[in-house]
């Protein structure tokens, strides 16, 4: 009888452990999809901006030689 529990006590503790991985795992996972999605946005902004300063600064070349 002590076996027995001692058994389900190892299997209820291994498999309140695995639940408890997996849901962090979830919520790690979203983390981690939420900065990929926040650097590619900045990534993006950061782009934008550098072409915009490159046309003015290639404006300001063309207008100074004009």
């Known amino acids: 009888m002590n076996k027995i529990i001692i058994a389900a006590s190892v299997l209820g503790t291994a498999a309140a452990g695995i639940f408890w991985y997996?849901?962090?795992r979830q919520r790690?996972?979203?983390a981690i999809d939420d900065m990929k999605q926040a650097a590619r946005?900045?990534?993006n902004r950061v782009k934008?901006?550098?072409a915009e300063a490159s046309h003015k600064a290639d404006r300001k070349?063309?207008?100074s030689l004009a």
């Open 61 to 63: 070349v063309r207008e």
């Open 28 to 30: 790690a996972d979203a």
């Open 22 to 24: 997996m849901k962090n």
């Open 48 to 50: 934008e901006r550098a």
């Open 41 to 43: 946005t900045t990534y």
